[in-house]
């Protein structure tokens, strides 16, 4: 099974951006599909982008979408998620998927205003 491992999280202010990069092993990372998900304090961990194995699926939950992009690179086994125009709503765990099985450790994104 594909190991994850998610980077990129931090503190920044309203409006600003922050790139998650969710690195995995093993050589069938290009024949996955993956995705981000995040989970607020209190919430459940919802759907926030995917795309599938060749790119040419992509998919964005309503409230990211036009800031939001998500984007793979297969030669390095990772996906990444741009994230522009961020709110303080957009606070939370973000997960990285691949499959709909293999899961990250997780990195935490905060947004002060």
């Known amino acids: 099974q594909v190991q994850l491992v998610e980077s990129g999280g931090g503190l920044v202010s309203a409006g600003g951006s922050l790139r998650l990069s969710c690195a995995g092993s093993?050589?069938?990372?290009?024949?996955?599909?993956m995705g981000w998900f995040r989970q607020a304090p209190g919430k459940e961990r919802e759907f926030v982008a995917a795309?599938?194995?060749?790119?040419?699926?992509?998919s964005y939950e309503d409230s990211v979408k036009g800031r939001f992009t998500i984007s793979r690179d297969n030669a390095k086994n990772t996906v990444y998620l741009q994230m522009n125009s961020l709110k303080p709503e957009d606070t939370a765990v973000y997960y990285c998927n691949a499959d709909g099985t293999a899961w990250g450790q997780g990195t935490q994104v905060t947004v002060v205003s």
């Open positions: 795309m599938d194995e060749n790119g040419a699926k992509i």
């Open positions: 093993g050589r069938s990372f290009s024949s996955y599909s």
